[in-house]
């Protein structure tokens, strides 16, 4: 049966995607579905955090194929200076460069993403949940989010940057107000996310002088006495601001996507229990197409974007130099010209060419696989050890225009 599409009673006027309320309503999905039927491409204005001076707005592109070609062509579309809507003042990362500078950066951080380096790590993921899961099997209830799900993602990168246990609450902490500034549980002030970005980033100072004055088998070690070529040619350690940057990339994105993405999938095994039965039937067969149909129907990176670099014409719409352009991966994930009836979950999808790591190009998500494995294994382990686990109310959802975060979602299950 082909699952319907969802609806909106919004007209097109009425349509805010610059405003993060837009994102707490139910019909966000309908909003999206309408805008790729009557406006593929529109121009939006921005609802501008109290803190930052008014932004010039924003086009939006909301097509699969659309987001393919922005994201691809970096020399028209730059990720500088920022890939969210808003330009907020914290210092810039990888993510925010482009060739060559950012291919040389890259390499660094990629020693940490081989294949080699996720077939270690999937043993210990494995151990680290069944920790998780086992410390609250007894209670008979807990929030989802709180408890379990942002625990392994967050467990995972420490270990693999070489944060201590007794240094994860904090870390955790910091990263949720960097992501979420509008959002009043986790920051709820631009200069709320401004200090998180300096707390990470002294930290990451302070493990970076740690592991280059005594290096051990991290990705920490490895980036921060690791050599690059500059500009002028010449080698030389990294720059401890820039290797604070990375880490900081590196801690927001283990605590925030994979989060959202195990979150997502209780509530959305719990929508579609079909799925969550053909799942448990074969959890290594099915691990990765459950992992990306997640990524998919859930889209936790709800947007990026680009800034044009000269007068450019897509989709038959003229782009200006210096224009904002706002790729929507949340519509681009359930576009029916990619995606065979996209409203339908499938845990068994295959091709699934979803934009959740990108839509291509230089900027293709590094952790792609680590996050695969982690929602695998974290589902896999919750519900063979908690096989009766249920949803017991609706997901708080954060208020943010980039993410489509899930703060607490209540759960309960028989003890044991």
Same mark, same amino acid.
């Given at each position: ?67 393919? *070609? !922005? ?8 990720? =500088? ?37 996720? *077939?270690?790590?999937?043993? $210990? !993921? +494995? ?49 949720? #107000? ?11 002030? /631009?200069?709320?996310? /401004? ?55 590196? &801690? ?8 959202? #993405?195990?979150?997502? *999938? ?18 290594? +067969?099915? %691990? ?6 997640? &990524?998919?129907?859930?889209?936790? =990176? ?5 800034? %044009? ?21 949340? $519509? ?14 499938? /845990? ?24 695969? =494995? ?14 009766? &686990? ?5 997901? =708080? ?5 980039? $993410? ?13």
């Amino acid at each position: 049966m082909t699952a319907l599409i969802p609806t909106t009673d919004l007209a097109l006027d009425e349509i805010a995607l610059g405003n993060p309320d837009t994102f707490l309503r139910d019909d966000v999905d309908g909003i999206f579905a309408k805008l790729r039927a009557e406006r593929p491409v529109g121009f939006d204005a921005e609802q501008t955090p109290p803190g930052l001076p008014p932004g010039p707005g924003f086009w939006s592109f909301v097509r699969h194929g659309d987001m393919f *070609g !922005i994201s691809r062509d970096y020399e028209a579309f730059t990720s =500088v200076p920022a890939v969210g809507i808003f330009d907020y003042p914290v210092r810039t990362s990888i993510i925010n460069m482009d060739p060559p500078v950012h291919t040389r950066y890259r390499l660094l951080v990629n020693r940490g993403f081989t294949p080699r380096m996720i *077939g270690r790590l999937e043993e $210990s !993921i +494995g151990a680290q949940a069944r920790r998780i899961v086992e410390d609250v099997a007894e209670r008979g209830e807990a929030d989802l989010v709180t408890d379990i799900a942002a625990k392994l993602p967050g467990q995972v990168i420490a270990t693999m940057l070489g944060v201590p246990d007794e240094d994860q609450d904090m870390v955790q902490r910091h990263t949720n #107000a960097f992501i979420a500034p509008s959002d009043p549980e986790y920051a709820g002030t /631009v200069e709320d996310m /401004v200090a998180a970005s300096d707390a990470i980033e002294d930290y990451a100072k302070h493990l970076g002088r740690a592991k280059r004055d005594h290096p051990t088998d991290d990705v920490t070690s490895a980036i921060v006495n690791a050599e690059v070529t500059g500009a002028d040619g010449n080698r030389a350690t990294i720059d401890m601001d820039e290797f604070a940057e990375f880490v900081k990339l590196l &801690l927001v994105g283990g605590n925030e996507t994979t989060r959202n #993405a195990i979150t997502h *999938g209780v509530r959305l095994f719990s929508e579609f229990p079909d799925q969550k039965a053909r799942f448990l039937a074969d959890p290594q +067969g099915l %691990a990765v197409t459950t992992a990306d149909e997640i &990524l998919r129907y859930a889209t936790p =990176v709800t947007l990026m974007r680009r800034t %044009a670099t000269r007068d450019v014409e897509v989709a038959g719409t003229p782009i200006a130099a210096g224009d904002k352009v706002v790729m929507w991966y949340r $519509s681009g994930n359930f576009d029916d010209a990619v995606f065979d009836d996209p409203y339908r979950f499938d /845990v068994g999808r295959d091709p699934n060419p979803h934009l959740t790591f990108g839509a291509g190009g230089p900027h293709y998500c590094l952790g792609a696989s680590l996050a695969r =494995v982690e929602i695998g294994v974290m589902l896999a382990t919750l519900y063979q050890r908690l096989p009766d &686990l249920e949803v017991t109310g609706p997901p =708080v959802r954060m208020r943010a225009v980039s $993410s489509h975060g899930v703060k607490h979602l209540p759960v309960r299950w028989t003890p044991a």
